[in-house]
């Protein structure tokens, strides 16, 4: 017993022998977390330090590029400006040949400015609008009048320019197009707007003289926008606006004066809008619309005076539309409707203001005037 009791002493005092754990797999020694989570921190720092890098090397790269695109902006300003600045000097120039290249140069700085093309295009406008001396006959020989000449030359070659630029095939991004065209005041003793179109924009030919030589807008197209021939005087031109299309929103003759020339509308088409002859004087020369036709819209001659020369509406086709002669007079022009049809339209004489010398229709039509002929009632006898 006693030897039993002295085994279970001695085992007692014996110390416990330490455990040995061995760690998991997904564990770090010495710790809790496991490694895949220590492993994800670790690229998650990566990939934020690469990103912060990242943003920091493309924000210097844009402020870079955009310094970069400010400055090649600027010097292109600058080059442009440099350009005009040369192209109005020699608008100016005392030597013809001079301002013909001048003409050239603001044309190629408005087909390559296109921030700027309106003000180069006025430049050009404003040039025909500068004083011009008149009484050069078109075929005076240049040895004669040599400045004179070349002042035509470069006047025409600017309206040649400006017309070439409103051409159905211009490329649209050289088209001028529904840019504005100022002329007003400006005189024309030729120049050529054949096949123009004028189409949006403003187009003022307001108080524009028509004194000499031909003046063509055959085929030109008025569409949109407004054209004004407010106060222009045609007086010796021949004027044609033969096979030109009127379809803008407003077209204005008002106040117009025709005394001497020929203006001509053959087979022109007057459509939609409205165009104005308002307080127009027709007082010399020969205005013909043959063959035209009115087609819807409204075409007005309120308070015109016909006092001379002729107007002539042959072959007219009134189709739809209104054509109206209030308070006009008249009073000695040879205005003549011969073989004129109504077809649909109106044409409103019955608050005329003077019937002395009536306008001309075809035998039967005053005593039994078609539906869409409206003539004084009571028909005024013409005075003699």
């Not at 690469?50 to 010097?75: D, I, K, V, Y």
């Not at 292109?76 to 140069?105: I, S, W």
């Not at 005041?185 to 031909?214: E, P, Y």
């Not at 010398?357 to 002929?373: I, K, V, W």
Request: charged share 20%; aromatic share 12%; net charge neutral.
């Amino acid at each position: 017993m006693t030897m039993l009791i002295g085994f279970l002493d001695h085992l007692s005092a014996v110390p416990a022998p330490t455990s040995s754990v061995i760690p998991a797999s997904d564990q770090s020694p010495g710790s809790g977390t496991p490694v895949w989570v220590t492993l994800l921190v670790g690229l998650a720092g990566a990939l934020l330090a690469s990103a912060g890098a990242f943003a920091g090397a493309w924000r210097s790269s844009r402020a870079l590029r955009q310094n970069t695109e400010r400055t090649l902006e600027h010097e292109r300003t600058r080059l442009l400006n440099e350009r005009f600045g040369t192209a109005a000097a020699l608008l100016g120039h005392n030597e013809a040949a001079c301002r013909l290249a001048g003409v050239h140069a603001m044309a190629g700085l408005a087909d390559d400015w296109a921030e700027r093309r309106q003000t180069c295009i006025d430049v050009l406008c404003a040039y025909l609008r500068m004083p011009y001396p008149r009484g050069l006959a078109e075929d005076t020989p240049a040895d004669e009048d040599s400045t004179g000449q070349a002042n035509r030359e470069v006047r025409l070659t600017v309206i040649r320019t400006i017309r070439d630029h409103l051409l159905p095939a211009t490329p649209p991004e050289t088209s001028w197009s529904g840019y504005d065209l100022d002329f007003t005041g400006a005189v024309f003793d030729g120049g050529d707007f054949s096949n123009a179109r004028f189409s949006g924009g403003k187009v003022r030919f307001t108080g524009a003289t028509f004194s000499g030589g031909l003046v063509s807008f055959y085929g030109a197209t008025f569409s949109g926008g407004s054209v004004g021939f407010y106060g222009a005087t045609f007086s010796g031109s021949e004027v044609l606006f033969r096979g030109a299309a009127f379809s803008s929103d407003v077209v204005n003759f008002r106040g117009a004066t025709f005394s001497s020339g020929s203006v001509n509308f053959r087979g022109a088409t007057l459509s939609s809008g409205s165009v104005h002859f308002d307080r127009a004087k027709f007082s010399g020369g020969e205005v013909g619309f043959y063959g035209a036709t009115f087609s819807s819209g409204k075409v007005s001659f309120y308070g015109a005076k016909f006092s001379g020369g002729s107007v002539k509406f042959e072959d007219v086709t009134f189709a739809s539309g209104a054509v109206n002669f209030d308070r006009a007079k008249f009073s000695g022009a040879t205005v003549t409707f011969h073989r004129a049809r109504f077809d649909g339209g109106v044409v409103d004489m019955r608050d005329v203001t003077t019937w002395s010398r009536p306008p001309s229709f075809d035998d039967g039509l005053l005593t039994a005037p078609p539906a869409g002929l409206l003539l004084p009632s009571p028909l005024p006898r013409p005075k003699p």
